[in-house]
Structures are given as structure tokens and as C-alpha cells.
């Protein structure tokens, strides 16, 4: 059962616009939450986190919200460039009780120039 | 500094044959992971290491084992491989569980036939 979820596999978007990427998940157990970036024949790379103290978190052109009650958190890319066109994978750990990180089945982002 | 390094990059099996995959990193971490990333389903993890000496099952353990070495190192074994294992197969490592982003290698592309 998947506690990580991505419902949108795909997402296009013009260069120089927002890039909105969503992420649900269902165990009221996660406090800490990540974004990896990933781009064809590499490995994820870690891109951005936030705990659940907080709501936002905020680096350079990329943010992520997090809604504990609506078990919702979403990342901003802005202004989207071509070089962001990748596969972005959320992931949730309940550092409490948990060892270990869910990861989303992941959103492939195209920035179009 | 190579980071997370894993061998072989490419891997072609016949059902029933055994093989061993290599990761090593450099940056001094305590944990160490074993993911394989399938489509439609995100990474999922198979088998994690706290810390040198110590191993635990993760959600998909199943068909594998894994020896930690030393700090640097961990492997995964396939006994007998079965055409379900056909997969990408991603190791990571972090400073500590749960709380730490986790630096991916670059991925071994596994075919079972």
C-alpha cells in the first residue's frame, strides 16, 4: 500500500513560469519530508526538506508547503528552467517510530524553452 | 571525492543464476541502503544498514541478502534470480536514519531473463 503518493506522473511547463509539484501522503506518523531530483541514467539527488514544525521551507528558486491536515505537501519551482526537466520523487519518514523513507512513484517534469 | 559508487552499471542474468552487487561510499556515513526503482512504483527499499555490523529487512527484502563490510561498503546478493528481480537497482548512504537526506549511486540496471 503505497503511503507516498504522486498522482501526477507528468507535468510541462513553460520556461520562466511556475512549476507545481504535489505530493500525499497517508501516515499522520511522517514528521519529516524530502525532494530528490532526478535525471535519466543517474541517481536521485537530494534537492530540498522541510519537518513538520514548520509549513515552508524555502531555497533559492524552489520551495516546498507542507498541509499536516490536509497530509499534502507540494513543491515550487519558480521561475522553471529547461535544465529543471527531470523525474521528482517526494519522500516521507516518521522519525519517531521509523527507520526509514517512503518515496512517491515520482512526477517527470518538462520545462519547455 | 567519488561519493556513492556502485558496480557493475549494467547486468544481464539468466533465471537462477546468482550475482553480487558492489556499493561503496566515501563520505563517511553510518547508513547505508539498497533501493530498486521499478516503473509505476517509485524506489522502494530493500534492505538498510544503520551502522557497520547491523542490518535490517526494509519494504521488499525478499530474493536478496546484503553483507555491510565495513563502513564504506555494502552488498546485495541475488541467490537465484528470478525474472521479477529485473529492476534498477539504487544503493544510497546518510550520516544517520530518517532525519538526513541520503546521497544515491548511480544505479545498476539489472535484466533477468
Known amino acids: 500500500d503505497q503511503q507516498v503518493k504522486q498522482n501526477s506522473p507528468s507535468l510541462s511547463v513553460q520556461e520562466g513560469r511556475i512549476s507545481i509539484l504535489n505530493c500525499d501522503y497517508t501516515?499522520?506518523?511522517?514528521?519529516?519530508f524530502l525532494w530528490y531530483k532526478k535525471y535519466p541514467a543517474e541517481g536521485p539527488t537530494f534537492l530540498i526538506s522541510?519537518?513538520?514544525?514548520?509549513d515552508k521551507n524555502e531555497d533559492g528558486r524552489f520551495t516546498v508547503f507542507l498541509n499536516k491536515s490536509a497530509k499534502h505537501l507540494s513543491l515550487h519551482i519558480v521561475p522553471s528552467q529547461p535544465g529543471d526537466s527531470a523525474v521528482y520523487f517526494c519522500?516521507?519518514?516518521?522519525?519517531?517510530?521509523?527507520?526509514?523513507?517512503?518515496f512517491g512513484t515520482g512526477t517527470s517534469l518538462t520545462v519547455i524553452p | 571525492n567519488a561519493g556513492v559508487t556502485q558496480t557493475p552499471k549494467f547486468q544481464v542474468l539468466k533465471t537462477g543464476q546468482s550475482m553480487t552487487l558492489q556499493c561503496a561510499q566515501d563520505?563517511?556515513?553510518?547508513?547505508m541502503y539498497w533501493y530498486r526503482q521499478d516503473p509505476g512504483m517509485g524506489l522502494r527499499l530493500i534492505y538498510y544498514s544503520a551502522s557497520e555490523g547491523t542490518t535490517d529487512k526494509g519494504e521488499v527484502p525478499n530474493g536478496y541478502n546484503v553483507s555491510r563490510l565495513n563502513k564504506r561498503e555494502f552488498s546485495l546478493r541475488l541467490e537465484s534470480a528470478a525474472p521479477s528481480q529485473t529492476s534498477v537497482y539504487f544503493c544510497a548512504s546518510s550520516e544517520g536514519l530518517a532525519l538526513y537526506e541520503q546521497y544515491f549511486g548511480p544505479g545498476t540496471r539489472l535484466t533477468v531473463t
Open positions: 519522500a516521507a519518514s516518521a522519525k519517531r517510530t521509523g527507520n526509514q523513507f517512503y
Open positions: 522541510i519537518s513538520s514544525i514548520k
Open positions: 501516515n499522520s506518523m511522517f514528521d519529516y
Open positions: 563520505m563517511n556515513h553510518n547508513s
